[in-house]
């Protein structure tokens, strides 16, 4: 069984920056790994995956050139590097995995808030 | 708005059987991609509760079931409970985004 802790979150100021972090316990190396966020009573937006191997890997549009995704296999371990944070990127942000039949694993999230 | 349609709301009574639909088109549902389905319950994150179209994992209630038909695909709920009581998301993948799409999701009351 697959779990996954998220950690980083907090408050920044927009145009800020921000790292978060999954730490994974169990075996990931097969699964994708996402980033999927949920901004406040809003519905749930995939923010970015990377596959097992980490040669693919997807960015929303709303994120793409802000945010760069990378894994570690060997540390069990995923980050979401975040930069020019704006006000709607606002959201809790969950880690999650995946081996293509649906997310069956997700960490609890860590909120982030963009405001000044 | 998102390429797959939901209703926002819909409630039933206890026992009562209550239907979810997941309007896509043939760039996603239509194209044979698989749905799957998440719970998420009030302050917590979501959860799979079927996945490709119509298998439930391990510990999911029968009383939850769904299925396709060419661009859309549904969720139903028989027996309704209160417990059932949360926001649902239909998931897919569309192929003009080259992305993994959610449903806008639909928030389940038990009356």
């Known amino acids: 069984q697959v779990q996954l802790v998220e950690s980083g979150g907090g408050l920044v100021k927009p145009g800020g920056s921000l790292t978060l972090s999954c730490a994974a316990s169990?075996?990931?190396?097969?699964?994708?790994l996402s980033w999927i966020r949920q901004a406040p009573g809003k519905g749930l937006e995939w923010v970015s995956y990377i596959s097992g191997s980490g040669a693919r890997i997807y960015y929303a549009e709303s994120v793409k050139g802000r945010v760069t995704i990378s894994r570690d296999n060997a540390k069990n371990s995923m980050s979401l590097q975040m930069e020019s944070l704006r006000v709607d990127d606002t959201a809790v942000y969950y880690c999650?995995?995946?081996?293509?039949?649906?997310?069956?694993?997700w960490g609890q999230g860590t909120q982030v808030t963009v405001s000044s | 708005q998102s390429v797959l349609m939901q209703p926002p709301s819909v409630s039933g009574a206890p026992g009562q059987r209550v239907t979810i639909s997941c309007t896509g088109n043939n760039s996603n549902i239509g194209a044979g991609y698989d749905v799957h389905w998440y719970q998420q319950l009030p302050g917590t994150a979501p959860k799979l509760l079927i996945y490709?179209?119509?298998i439930r994992p391990s510990g999911v209630p029968a009383r939850f079931s769904a299925s396709k038909s060419d661009t859309s695909a549904s969720l139903a709920i028989t027996g309704l409970q209160a417990e059932d009581e949360a926001d649902y998301y239909c998931?897919?993948?569309?192929?003009?985004?080259?992305?993994?799409?959610f449903g806008g999701g639909t928030k389940v009351t038990v009356l």
């Open positions: 999650a995995g995946d081996s293509g039949d649906g997310v069956a694993y």
């Open positions: 169990g075996f990931i190396s097969d699964l994708y």
């Open positions: 998931q897919s993948y569309d192929s003009v985004l080259s992305a993994r799409v």
């Open positions: 490709n179209f119509s």
